[in-house]
C-alpha cells in the first residue's frame, strides 16, 4: 500500500507526497504534531497538518531567517527567536562567534522535545551551553525584556491557532521594545504568491515603527508556493549597506555574502506589495 | 463531487490541484494534451501530465525566458522561439520594438491551435505580423537556418518523450551555428532541487561550445519545487555587464530592470552545481 501526506496549502492546491514511514503522532496542548518520513524530503515535521521543516530543505528556512540579520548587525551578542521549537534558527545563530547568548522562546514544549527525539540534525544545537531554552508564550516574555536583544526572530507557525498574536501590530512594538538601540527584527512573513494580503499588512506595521524595513525572498519547495518571504525591521542597519566582500563567510548551503543584497532585488509583483 | 488533478513531479512529489472543469482533452501525434480550469491558478495546459503553463503564473515563466538576453542584446531584431507552442514566449518578444522578427519551430501545431483557442491570454500574440509560426521539428530548422537570429529561446517540455533531444549537446553546437556572430541562447533547465545532474551537464555542454554561459533561477509556483532555472549561452554579451540603468523598462509583472542582474545571484548549493 502507498502512502501519501497531502497538504491543502490553500483551500483550492497543495502538495503530496509519498510516505516511508509515520514516527510519531501526538496533540500537544496546543497543536497537532506529526513527524513522518517521507521518500522525496526525508523527514518531515508538521503542525496542525502544514510542514513545517524536513531534512531536505529546512536548511533554506533557517539560514535565511538567520544569516541576513546576523551578517547586517556588525556585533550580535544576545539573539532571541519566538517559536522555532525545532531548533533549527538557534543552529544557525550559533555558528555567529560574536553571539554570547540565544534564547529560545517556544510557547509548546512538546515541539522542542520531539525535534530532539526525531530530528536531531536540527534540534542538537539546543544543548549548546550558550542556548537558554524557555518554554513560555513568545509574547509574555517580550513584555517582559526590554532594551535587551541585538536580533530578534519570529520563527512562527501560519498565522492560524497559537501564532494569531505573533503577526499583529501590538507585538511587533513590543519586539521594538524588546531590542536595543540599534537592534534588528526579522519575521517570516508567508508566500508572495498566496498571502499578499498579509506581506502588504506585516510590512506596513513594521515599517511604522522600524525607520529601516526591508523585504526578501528565498525558495523553499516544501512551503506553499516554493517561495517565502521574510520581512526585516531594524532600527539602526541597512542590509543593502553591508560591505559584502567583509561579511562572514559561513558554513551554509544557500546563504553566502554574494546572495545577501540580491535576495532583496524582489520580482515586480512583490516589490508592488510593499511599495510606499 | 470535488476534482483534484494531482501531478506527480517526482515519484515521489506532486503537486494537487483542485478543478471547476475538463475544458478539452486530445490525443495528438506527439503527446497527451489536456486544458482544465482551476480554482487556484485559473485555465492550464498539461501535456503529457506535466503542468506547462496556468493564466496565473505564466508571466513568469514567459518574461524571464525572454527579458533578460533583450535586455542583454543591445538590439535583437530575429528572434527564434523552439518550442513554445502556447505563444507566451512570443507575447514578451514582441514587446521589444527593435524585434522585426519572431519564429516559433514548434513540432505540435495541435499545441498552437488549442492555445489559441482556449489560451487567448497567452497565444494571442501568434497573430502578430512579425511572427512567423512554424510547425516543425526545431532540431531540423536548426540544422537548415544558419547564422541568422540575434536570439534563440529553446522554450521545450522535460526532457521526456518529444523534447528529449533539445537537453542534447549536439543541439546547442546547432543554435550556435544558427545564432548570428553575437548571437545569445537561452534554454529553460529545470528544477534546481530535483534535476541537478541535468543542470550540472546542460551547463557543461553550453560552456564547452559558448564563451560566456550564465545559469539563473526563478520562482515559478506549479513547477516542481517552485524554482526554476535557465541557462544563458552568449557569443559576446555579459547579462551582467549591462548597464542597468539604461536596460528598457517593459510592461512586465516578474521581469525588471532591477532583477536582471540579480536573478544570476545564486544560493550557495546552486551556484555549487555550476562552479568549474
Not at 492546491?13 to 521518500?39: P, R, Y
Request: aromatic share 10%; charged share 25%; glycine share 6%.
Amino acid at each position: 500500500m502507498e502512502l501519501w501526506y497531502t497538504e491543502k496549502q490553500t483551500p483550492n492546491h497543495g502538495i503530496t507526497t509519498k510516505i516511508s514511514k509515520t514516527i510519531h503522532s501526538e496533540k500537544t496542548d496546543f497543536q497537532q504534531l506529526d513527524i513522518i518520513d517521507t521518500n522525496q524530503f526525508g523527514r518531515m515535521l508538521v503542525l496542525d497538518g502544514m510542514v513545517m521543516t524536513t531534512i531536505k530543505d529546512e536548511f533554506v528556512y533557517h539560514e535565511m531567517i538567520t544569516h541576513v540579520a546576523l551578517n547586517t548587525h556588525p556585533n550580535p551578542k544576545k539573539v532571541l527567536v519566538v517559536g522555532g521549537g525545532d531548533g533549527g534558527a538557534i543552529r544557525e545563530i550559533i555558528k555567529h562567534p560574536s553571539v554570547e547568548k540565544a534564547v529560545l522562546a517556544e510557547i509548546d514544549g512538546r515541539v522542542i522535545e520531539t525535534s530532539k527525539q526525531y530530528l536531531p540534525e536540527i534540534a542538537g544545537a539546543l544543548d549548546d551551553p550558550r542556548v537558554d531554552v524557555q518554554v513560555v508564550d513568545g509574547i509574555q516574555y517580550i513584555h517582559d525584556h526590554k532594551n535587551e536583544f541585538d536580533v530578534i526572530m519570529v520563527d512562527s507557525t501560519e498565522p492560524v491557532g497559537p501564532a494569531v498574536g505573533l503577526f499583529e501590530k501590538g507585538f511587533y512594538q513590543g519586539i521594538y521594545d524588546c531590542l536595543k538601540e540599534d537592534g534588528i527584527l526579522v519575521a517570516q512573513t508567508e508566500s508572495p504568491w498566496f498571502n499578499q494580503d498579509l506581506i502588504r499588512r506585516v510590512f506596513k506595521d513594521i515599517r511604522s515603527i522600524f525607520p529601516i524595513t526591508r523585504l526578501y525572498t528565498v525558495s523553499i519547495p516544501t512551503y506553499p508556493s516554493g517561495l517565502w518571504s521574510f520581512t526585516m525591521g531594524s532600527k539602526k542597519y541597512d542590509p543593502l549597506k553591508v560591505n559584502e566582500s567583509e561579511l562572514k563567510d559561513l558554513d551554509t548551503k544557500y546563504y553566502s555574502p554574494s546572495i545577501h543584497k540580491s535576495v532583496f532585488q524582489l520580482p515586480k509583483f512583490v516589490e508592488d506589495l510593499v511599495k510606499e
